[in-house]
């Protein structure tokens, strides 16, 4: 990070990377981690194909998520029984307490750049352990 967080404007160099509760490494970017943003986070997700999320809800934070590159399925809903594909220019966005779950089914790596309506994307995370069950043995694969 260069340029500093009190003086109101900090840049957010790319290669600082952190693991997130939902399972993946994130591209570190303004958040209340690095500038001590308090409303908003925004931070790179690049998922590698084949891989899926920890099912989760973020309690009272919205998220818009925009894809940079390539494609994935979001499953969302109560039991994680809706689908949307989201694909390379598209943004989705999922509404507070929303359960979701994206899995990169394409065959290729994709490239999220996800937005949150609080300093940092792992505040409110729910983890929902008994949808990641419900929905690898709908897709037929191991938990």
């Known amino acids: ?58 309690k009272g934070i919205e998220t818009i998520a925009y894809m940079l590159e390539g494609e994935c399925a979001v499953y969302y809903g109560s039991n994680l029984q809706e689908r949307v594909l989201v694909r390379q220019g598209e943004q989705c966005f999922v509404a507070a ?17 996800v ?4 300093g940092s994307d792992q505040d409110g995370i729910v983890l929902l352990p008994g949808l990641d069950a419900e929905l690898a043995q709908r897709m037929g694969t191991p938990t």
């Open 1 to 58: 990070m260069s340029g500093s967080a009190n003086a109101g404007v900090a840049v957010i160099k790319p290669g600082q990377t952190y693991v997130g509760k939902q399972g993946f490494t994130y591209g570190a970017g303004a958040s209340a981690e690095t500038v001590g943003a308090r409303n908003i986070c925004m931070n790179v997700l690049p998922m590698p194909s084949g891989v899926v999320a920890k099912a989760h809800y973020h």
């Open 97 to 113: 307490d929303m359960p979701h779950a994206p899995r990169n089914e394409s065959g290729k790596p994709c490239t999220w750049i």
């Open 115 to 118: 937005v949150h309506s609080s």
